[in-house]
């Protein structure tokens, strides 16, 4: 299946896999809501998915898919290789991660490898994650700071809440991005979660003057 928001960019994946013997395009979608409905009807063995999209992303229907369908394989097919883009997808557990310039002899090449329980990544990336050091895990100061921001709190709430200084907070925060090798607040906590390192957030409870309990 093909997930791009561009028909130009469907045509012309569907045109690369035209006359492909053991390949067959069985159904495409424009976006994350209707790449989800297509897979339920289509059950295709592969994604080929675009990253920015419309409505729900391309992460987001891969987190999806994965729950939903942990038997179709994922590969990314998208304009962008930023660690925070390659560490989002890896960590949804994508069987491939390939950039649109890809020759038609490497995305057939990546299909097979996924369908048959591999992975492929494009030159570049496969560069970046040779280079890049080992993965860390925040500290518990760290993640004391991350459950915070997690659960809406600003720099100013968390340094009142943990006693320390927002210049700190903003250190810890910084030290987190890059260990995660994400670049903003909200990715840091959805990489975070995937990984276990915390929990959802609580919802938070207060008592009326009634005593009645609302959230």
Known sequence: MIVDDHPVVRDGLRGMFDGIADIDVVAEAADGFEALAMARRARPDIVLMDLRMPGLDGLGAIQRLRADHPEIKVIVLTTYDTDADVARAMAAGVAGYLLKDAPRDELHRAVRAAAAGGAVLAPSVASALIGRPPAQDPSPRELEVLRL?????????????????????????????AKLGVDTRAAAVVVALERGLIGPPRASVEVCSSGEATR
């Open 149 to 177: 921001v997690a659960r809406g709190a600003a720099n100013k709430e968390i340094a009142r809440t943990l006693l320390i200084s927002e210049t700190t907070v903003k250190t810890h925060l910084k030290h987190v991005f």
